[in-house]
């Protein structure tokens, strides 16, 4: 199938050609003619089936015969909601190239930046507002934002959203549109809180499913390494000087482990950069353009800070710790062997990840392959660290030392 035979004009279908895309995927092929119809849709995809053209190429369709209104007559008639500012300047970039051969503006809205430059754009008018939910919120106060012509709604990442907490605000957004929107809702995973949001805020939606979230790329090879956890860093090092070659992503669970990880490989004279949650919006663009680029060849992120980025051509995803929620595995290792590419995922598993990796083989109905020669294996009988606090007392709880015992006055 072409995109012109989903219904798309020749201007749109020909910035799309322009940008690389000769076939629809299929979340195209199927959401595309259902949002031109004005139908409510719930779809389940994960990130790389080509989520964000699904919805930007049918509301810019659909917008086109209002693109000619001087530009401060322009209201926003569609609204997209994204988790995360990343997100956002993505889909941004998306429909501007999309919209290339049309007059319709888009404008985005996000935190961590100055309020006047995005008031400004507002007061000027576009016709597509992409904001993540905080921000969007707080220019409503302002009355900078008004959402009274909206006739697509569209909540992008939902499970993630939900996951960050936005719970709130999606449905104060929800209700400052017009009771008679469109309204799409897209999410990697269906978790009950995402089926459940559907429920209370779309009209008798038409599912959509593909490539369901337990399934993972066939393209990438898939290897397992036993490690202990004070040897992973060394692992890895060990790997990048003697195996792993290319672009590469590791994932780790927190910020602190992120920055430690890159100061050790930034001493070992590695091109490398970070994005986590605590790094300001503009180191985090940097870090993302430098890694498209090729100035740097290594990034380190954690789940959160890295959920929908688009690189393309990525090598090699290391999952230096274990995602506890076994999707996650899914979505990271789907970042390599895109669109027809081979990729390799390494994963560093220590003594209290095991359960983890049970967890993810059940859901992707595949064995990892486990590499056993390398120099740092993990004793099969290991037991899970504990940690203690440097602080914390060598007294079990509840139990007081001889010395309190006896300077404890009696009331008796």
């Not at 499913?209 to 060394?234: D, N, R």
């Not at 490398?272 to 430098?290: F, M, P, Y």
């Not at 740097?296 to 929620?325: E, H, M, Q, S, Y």
């Not at 992707?364 to 993990?378: A, F, G, M, R, S």
Request: glycine share 6%; aromatic share 6%.
């Amino acid at each position: 199938m072409q995109f012109r035979e989903l219904g798309l004009n020749k201007p749109i279908v020909k910035a799309v050609t322009e940008s690389g895309y000769e076939n629809p995927t299929l979340v195209q092929e199927k959401a595309i003619p259902l949002v031109i119809e004005n139908k409510d849709i719930i779809v389940s995809a994960q990130t790389g089936t080509g989520k964000t053209a699904a919805f930007a190429l049918p509301i810019l369709q659909k917008l086109f015969d209002k693109q000619d209104a001087s530009k401060k007559g322009k209201k926003i008639r569609a609204l997209i909601v994204s988790p995360t500012r990343e997100l956002a300047i993505q889909i941004e970039e998306n429909f501007q190239k999309y919209s290339k051969y049309t007059n319709l503006r888009t404008g985005i809205i996000y935190g961590g930046i100055s309020f006047e430059p995005q008031k400004d754009m507002l007061r000027k008018g576009v016709d597509i507002l992409i904001a993540t939910p905080g921000r969007l919120l707080d220019l409503h106060k302002q009355d900078a934002v008004h959402l009274d012509f909206i006739e697509t709604l569209v909540l992008d990442e939902a499970d993630l959203m939900l996951d960050m907490g936005f719970i709130d605000d999606i449905s104060k957004i929800e209700h400052l549109c017009p009771v008679d929107k469109q309204q799409l809702l897209f999410s990697a995973t269906m978790p009950y809180k995402v089926v459940e949001l559907a429920k209370t805020v779309l009209k008798d939606p038409v599912k959509i499913e593909v490539a369901p979230t337990s399934s993972t790329v066939k393209g990438v090879q898939q290897l397992l390494f036993y490690v202990p956890k004070p040897e992973k860093i060394e692992l890895c090092l060990h790997l990048l000087r003697n195996s792993i070659k290319g672009s590469v992503i590791i994932f780790r669970r927190t910020k602190y482990g992120v920055d430690k990880l890159e100061k050790t490989l930034l001493k070992n004279n590695y091109k490398v950069d970070s994005i986590h949650g605590d790094k300001t919006q503009l180191l985090r663009q940097e870090a993302l353009q430098k890694f498209k680029k090729g100035d740097i060849n290594i990034l380190i992120a954690t789940d959160v800070a890295a959920r929908g980025i688009d690189v393309k051509n990525i090598d090699t995803v290391i999952n230096f710790d274990i995602p506890n929620i076994s999707e996650t595995y899914v979505h990271r290792i789907g970042r390599t062997g895109r669109a027809g590419q081979n990729g390799s995922a390494f994963s560093f598993c220590s003594a209290d990840e095991k359960d983890y990796i049970i967890s993810i083989q059940k859901l992707i109905n595949k064995q990892l392959d486990v590499i056993e020669d390398h120099p740092y294996p993990l004793d099969p009988k290991a037991k899970p660290e504990v940690h203690k606090s440097p602080n914390s007392s060598k007294y079990r709880k509840g139990r007081k030392s001889e010395a309190s015992k006896k300077k404890k006055k009696r009331w008796y």
